[in-house]
């Protein structure tokens, strides 16, 4: 079975939704721990709650980039995971970081790359007035918020849609997409060639999520 670990630095409603279908047996997996960059991280105590090993390795205490991540990878590698997953992880990571986990490092992005790299996704969504948005997880490479594409779910824009209320539509396909790549993964099938993902026995199994109907 695969041993998965999660890395969040918030409120961790990705991470919730990864333990849960874990719980319910919809993913086979094993949940090795979860890592926060920051001590405040709400996601933690819902960890905590649904037994999952939690740890901090604090970012703001060490002097740089490079220091912060020896100490994340020892985290990281003490736990043995075939799959790293950024569900809600905030620091960008080095080239040699990514490199040291290539294939196996996921990270799940509120926008339709590569649309709208970096922050402020729905806001900038908005204002360009695209009438479909929504959510990637990617396998990560050293080029932020890029990299093969494993899923992506999508949602109409509304006329009355604020930044709060389309972030909480895009959220809650997030939330099942996430999943839904988690599980391929560990079910050995996601095959990365040429900057592309093939999911063997096709995407059929994630039919609605992909093209929701436009309201
Ligand atoms: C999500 O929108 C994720 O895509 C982005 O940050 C948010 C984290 O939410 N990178 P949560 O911590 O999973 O609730």
């Known amino acids: ?10 409120r961790g409603s990705n991470m919730a939704a990864l333990i849960s279908a874990v719980r319910d047996g919809k993913i086979d997996a ?3 721990g979860v890592i926060s960059n920051r001590a405040d991280a709400a996601g933690l105590a819902i960890a905590a709650r649904e037994g999952v090993a939690t740890q901090v390795v604090e970012h703001r205490a060490y002097s740089d980039r490079a220091t912060f991540e020896v100490e994340l990878g020892r985290a990281i590698d003490a736990l043995e995971p075939d799959l790293i997953v950024l569900a809600g992880f905030m620091r960008v990571l080095s080239a040699a970081f990514v490199e040291r986990y290539a294939g196996r490092l996921m990270n799940i992005h509120p926008s339709l790359l590569p649309a709208y790299p970096g922050l402020h ?13 929504g959510c990637t997880v990617h396998f990560v490479t050293a080029t932020v918020d890029h990299g093969p594409i494993v899923a992506q779910g999508a949602v109409a824009v509304r006329d009355d849609d604020n930044e709060a209320s389309l972030a909480a539509r895009v959220l809650d396909v997030e939330h099942a997409i996430l999943s839904h790549a988690v599980r391929w993964f560990c079910a050995d099938r996601l095959v990365i060639g040429g900057g592309a993902v093939r999911v063997k026995q096709g995407r059929a199994d994630v039919p609605a999520l992909i093209v929701p109907l436009a309201e």
């Open 121 to 133: 996704t729905h806001r900038k969504a908005l204002e360009d007035g695209v009438r479909i948005h």
């Open 1 to 10: 079975m695969k041993r998965v670990a999660i890395l969040i630095s918030g």
């Open 30 to 32: 094993t949940l090795v």
